[in-house]
């Protein structure tokens, strides 16, 4: 082997080590976790707007250092959770979510200026909150629930 080839063989070798340590990571970042493991915070808004025997399935990932949970109930719902059990979404897929998880003035609003549709998507980020109808739109509201635009 002339020195060419060694230079060449141990590129590859680092480039295959460094894809393994990815792929390694990667996996290790997410697993599959049973509900008492969930926290006390997301256990209770289960509780309360659903069933927890519907519970398909949850995931819990890291993110950032701190774990985030994902629930995936029989019904094809999916609720995110961060790592204290704050709700961060909620995906009902095409029915409603429950009137009670989303604040009255967004349901009020949605009510007055969509009244043929309803909220099938709720999200809450740093600085504001989206809600996804049924009809595909996407509205965005401030954290006090002020409307704010419609998302493209």
Known sequence: MNLKTTKKMKKLIALMATIMITMTACADRQELVEYSELPALAQ????KHFNAADVSFIEREKEGGRYEYNV????????????????????CNRSPVPD?????????????????????????????????????????FDLDGNFIGVDD
């Open 72 to 91: 995936y109930l029989k019904n094809s719902v999916k609720i995110e959770f961060n790592y204290q059990g704050n709700l961060q979404s909620i995906d």
């Open 44 to 47: 209770s808004f289960i509780q």
């Open 100 to 140: 009670d998880i989303i604040p009255s003035i967004i349901l009020d609003y949605v009510a007055l200026h969509y009244p043929n549709a309803f909220i099938v998507e709720y999200s809450i980020g740093y600085r504001r909150l989206k809600v996804g109808l049924n009809n595909d739109w996407e509205l965005v």
